[in-house]
């Protein structure tokens, strides 16, 4: 049985099914979702790559980021780094490798967990950390869920704290990079909220009536499309978001994804987001091969940080990519990137690996980093260097 021929029978079975469920279908179905078949659709050679596919500086900032963040809390004794969707690891190696080298106290005092619901990269994550994880550094959390129905993403009974390796009282950083951006979502016109059915086995597009959650979401935090227009609502962010919240005592959340702001949508920006990507080709049809792309929505941040408000959390002006990795490296001049490079044409490859993260014709502005506080000092927070270039 194929992908396409398990959702063709859910739809034949109970009707026209929600555009969320059909995607959460091609992304996470653990037969034959596009991230439990395999871990080769990352990278240059796959179908998209992420920050940390273009150098470990991007893992050693955020590692120089942590460290700052932990001193920032007094250095307790203990602290625990949980990544949602890790991929591969990569860039918990990069982040592990490097706090061991120049964090050491850091490093000391740190339990770095992984959360993944992948089992094929899980397997991949095994490897990459093994030496970590022997070691009891680094920890693979079971993905869990209260959910009594896997298939209904936006059930109202998600919410719970999430798996921690260390006591929940242990200040946490949380980390989500390109996370929140592959959570199935809703698609809404004037005509209301999309299903997919199915005629001789190809699949159709229906409308049903918007549900009362879905019209809240875009009264508080989006916009009503118009004629011929599309937007998305992703409840199960919202969701994940207030997981988050009810998890943080002391801590952070640093969240990098691409993405839009409230206003940016009123500006008639960002409508109809959702894009599959293959072998780094861009389309918006995720009718296509099911199970063998990737599908994505941007993320809506305003939606986001009200949602983690809502939890007690405190949230920080959004940051470009590369305002925020210029922040945090700009004091030593990059030496993160350079440190290992002996020859000129070294440097100037890590040069031009450096310019994709942090510039406007690379991921800099593309993508967007929102910071998120609990129980530290306001100040404190405003004085992270990821926070501070342009001030």
């Known amino acids: 049985m194929s992908l396409r021929q398990k959702i063709l029978g859910e739809i034949h079975e109970r009707g026209p099914i929600p555009f969320s469920r059909y995607m959460e279908m091609c992304l996470y179905d653990p037969e034959y979702g596009y991230y439990s078949r395999n871990a080769e659709q990352f990278g240059k050679s796959g179908d998209f790559y992420t920050s940390s596919d273009v150098h470990a500086v991007f893992g050693r900032l955020l590692a120089r980021q942590f460290d700052e963040m932990w001193r920032a809390i007094g250095s307790p004794a203990a602290i625990e780094v949980l990544e949602l969707g890790p991929g591969r690891g990569l860039f918990a190696q990069d982040v592990l490798d490097w706090s061991e080298k120049k964090f050491p106290d850091f490093f000391n005092a740190l339990c770095y967990s992984l959360l993944e619901s992948s089992a094929v990269l899980r397997e ?8 970590h994880i022997e070691s009891g550094k680094a920890k693979l959390l079971k993905y869990t869920s209260r959910r009594a129905d896997k298939r209904s993403p936006n059930s109202d009974d998600v919410l719970s704290a999430l798996p921690r390796c260390l006591a929940t009282d242990v200040p946490l950083i949380v980390f989500a990079n390109e996370f929140f951006d592959a959570l199935p979502v809703e698609v809404l016109s004037t005509n209301g909220s999309l299903r997919i059915g199915a005629r001789e086995n190809l699949f159709l597009e229906e409308w049903a009536g918007s549900s009362p959650s879905e019209y809240e979401f875009l009264d508080r935090w989006g916009i009503h499309p118009q004629e011929r227009e599309r937007t998305e609502v992703c409840l199960a962010a919202m ?42 080709s861009a389309t918006p049809d995720p009718h296509q091969s099911p199970g063998e792309q990737d599908i994505t929505a941007h993320v809506n941040f305003t939606a986001l940080a009200a949602a983690l408000e809502s939890g007690g959390m405190e949230t920080q002006k959004l940051r470009t990519q590369s305002q925020f990795l210029l922040g945090v490296g700009e004091k030593n001049q990059f030496a993160d990137a350079f440190e290992e490079c002996r020859l000129p044409q070294e440097k100037a490859k890590v040069a031009l690996q450096l310019k994709h993260l942090v510039t406007p014709m690379g991921m800099g502005e593309t993508f967007h980093a929102l910071v998120a506080s609990k129980g530290v000092n306001r100040e404190v927070v405003e004085s992270l260097t990821g926070l501070s270039f342009g001030k």
Not at 124 to 131: D, K, P, V
């Open 124 to 131: 991949r994550i095994r490897a990459t950390l093994l030496e």
């Open 239 to 280: 969701e994940w978001a207030r997981r988050i919240a009810a998890t943080i005592q002391t801590g952070f959340l640093i969240a990098i994804d691409y993405g839009y702001t409230r206003d940016e949508q009123l500006a008639g920006r960002h409508l109809d987001t959702v894009m599959t990507y293959r072998k780094h």
